[in-house]
């Protein structure tokens, strides 16, 4: 072999400048371009990808997609096969691809829709598909799993944060029982943009990197009324640390002792990858709580892992749901194979904000009979969703049944806490006051006030205990629509207990409007707005839909020359399949 002139030389002396440019050339060679602000920007064939799930947990031994029990598994390895005819990228979430380092020029690759559809392999990509049972609607339902979402991997950025990468509507799975695999437009145009103004919200959401068509109609039957149709086919690119579900326990801990090993080995997982802090517990950080018991024993969270593990997912669940409450969220279908461990919003189907308050409301035609996922029961819905997943880590040993009944305590106290707050801080209140607070949200439900839109103008109030009694509403005037001579005296009654509360405090009427506009959203995803959105993309319009994308991603703010989005909806917005929806997708 020829010896290079380099290697017949004399051996040139590295200096600081030369050592930097190699690293340099390194670091491009690993994570991708850098850009003149030293971030990173990778292709996609740059990922980073890790696979720790699939690498570290017990997988299903066969490769075919044949609808079966899978047993002794936590997944089933199954590419995407979803046909498409000439994709196309409807949206995608900048900030999204900055968490995965990915370079926005990447979005306008040709063969982007190829990829990000599961149509054309994703270099170093090890899809596949989750298994886990659940409860729905409070039945055990056995297995489940991942029937239409696939799961390509798990990405490393360049801070070390773990990414899955997941295909909604990429085909069929093992477990995708009598269904296709595949997703619509219009569901999927939900999902992108719910979970992007969820996170814009602030509250913790799993997110969408891209929204694509795959050229292809699905035939769905959206009412289960015997009336199938087709709708054009698409894919969401969702994105979470992880996609575990209280269910992906569940599942296992129900086949009996042959099982409980894996409900332990998933626990261990999850810990080591996602909840690192407690692994690193020990006895000085002194977590040992009193339960309350009649003999006034103590949970000691530093002697079991699990037991810190449960409280901290129990925690995280509360302080999700009380979000939730605050903006007038209300999920749908919370069912224990779509609760998250990491305390996010996961799967969107039927949501819906609330427009008129009704503490009863339901987005979801399934719902109706028994209104069991309504707004005011989603609280008590969290809570028994965590007994379940407590008694799952039970059966398995993992914890006793007082560190379980501890996580159920927690879970309601930690609800309370981060409830008040919210409340006070949505009324601009100094602190809780539970009569005002209570008698406000009957005068609204009472009166079908709009939710949104009413905290957004009660920040104008003034608090001037001398305001005469005839401007006392002038504030509320375009929520308070309609109201007789007798409510409009309970509102009055309200506002003058409020102008007190608030007056009370040296925060100023500027302040407290500023502080509560932080909190309370201008603009919401109201479903009409949503429908609005759909309509114009099933006919190849997706203008409203990218108009959607960038007013939720400042919901707080004003905007000029939005303000129609704020607006009360219109009287079609209350037809089925726009205010309530099924969970065909």
């Known amino acids: 072999m020829e010896s290079s002139p380099a290697s017949s030389s004399s051996p ?40 720790s799930f699939v690498k570290e947990l017990p997988g299903d031994p066969r490769t075919d997609v044949i609808s079966r029990e899978v047993l002794h598994a936590c997944y089933s390895k199954v590419s995407p096969s979803v046909e498409v005819d000439d994709p196309q990228l409807v949206a995608w979430s900048e900030s999204v691809a900055e968490l995965l380092d990915l370079d926005p020029k990447e979005f306008e690759r040709p063969d982007f829709p190829l990829m990000l559809s599961g149509a054309k392999p994703l270099p170093g990509a090890m899809p596949y598909a989750q298994c886990y049972g659940g409860h729905q ?3 055990w339902a056995g297995q489940l799993g991942d029937g239409r979402a696939i799961t390509l991997g798990e990405v490393l950025n360049s801070k070390g944060e773990r990414w899955e990468l997941q295909l909604k509507g990429a085909g069929r799975t093992p477990y995708s029982r009598f269904a296709d695999g595949l997703a619509v437009l219009r569901s999927s145009i939900r999902e992108f943009l719910c979970s992007e103004t969820m996170h814009c919200l602030g509250i913790p959401t799993t997110r969408a990197l891209c929204l694509l068509t795959t050229g292809q109609d699905v035939t769905r039957d959206m009412f289960y009324d015997g009336n199938p149709k087709e709708e054009p086919g698409a894919i969401v690119c969702r994105v979470s640390q992880s996609f575990i579900r209280f269910g992906s326990y569940q599942i296992h801990a129900s086949r009996g002792k042959e099982d409980l090993d894996i409900v332990r080995k998933l626990a261990d997982y999850a810990i080591r990858h996602h909840f690192p802090h407690i692994e690193s517990m020990d006895r000085s950080d002194s977590l040992s709580f009193k339960t309350g018991d009649e003999d006034d024993s103590v949970v000691d969270l530093t002697s079991n892992k699990y037991a810190a593990w449960i409280v901290e997912i129990a925690e995280r669940t509360a302080t999700l749901v009380a979000r939730w409450q605050g903006v007038g969220f209300t999920h749908g279908v919370l069912n224990t194979d779509n609760m998250s461990i990491l305390g996010q919003t996961i799967d969107y189907g039927p949501f819906g904000f609330l427009d008129a308050f009704d503490p009863s409301y339901t987005p979801n035609t399934t719902d109706l009979p028994g209104r ?35 996580a159920m305590e927690r879970y309601g106290d930690k609800f309370m806490d981060e409830y008040q707050a919210i409340m006070s801080k949505k009324l601009g209140l100094s602190k809780y006051n539970k009569e005002v607070i209570s008698k406000l949200l009957n005068n609204m439900s009472v009166d079908k006030v709009d939710y949104t839109n009413f905290f957004r103008l009660l920040a104008n109030v003034k608090a001037n205990p001398n305001t005469p009694e005839n401007e006392l509403l002038k504030p509320l005037k375009a929520v308070l629509l309609d109201i007789g001579k007798e409510r409009k005296e309970a509102w009055i009654k309200w506002m003058r207990s409020y102008i007190q509360e608030v007056g009370g405090s040296e925060v100023s009427d500027e302040e407290r409007k500023a502080r509560m506009d932080s909190v309370n959203p201008k603009y919401i995803l109201r479903n009409y707005l949503c429908q609005s959105a759909i309509d114009a993309a099933e006919q190849g319009d997706f203008s409203e839909v990218n108009n959607l994308i960038r007013l939720m991603k400042r919901p707080y703010e004003e905007q000029p020359g939005m303000e129609k989005y704020a607006r009360l909806p219109p009287a079609w917005a209350y037809r089925p399949g726009v205010c309530m929806l099924s969970c065909s997708s």
């Open 12 to 51: 040139t002396p590295v200096t600081d400048s030369s050592t930097d440019s190699l690293a340099k050339d390194l670091q491009n060679q690993s994570l991708g371009a850098v850009d003149e602000g030293g971030k990173i920007k990778r292709k996609l064939e740059d990922f980073n990808w890790d696979h």
């Open 137 to 139: 609607f409070g039945m």
């Open 372 to 406: 069991r996922y309504c707004f005011a029961n989603q609280p008590d819905i969290g809570l028994w969703n965590i007994a379940q997943f407590s008694k799952t880590l039970a059966v398995a040993q993992l914890i006793n049944q007082k560190e379980a009944n501890y």
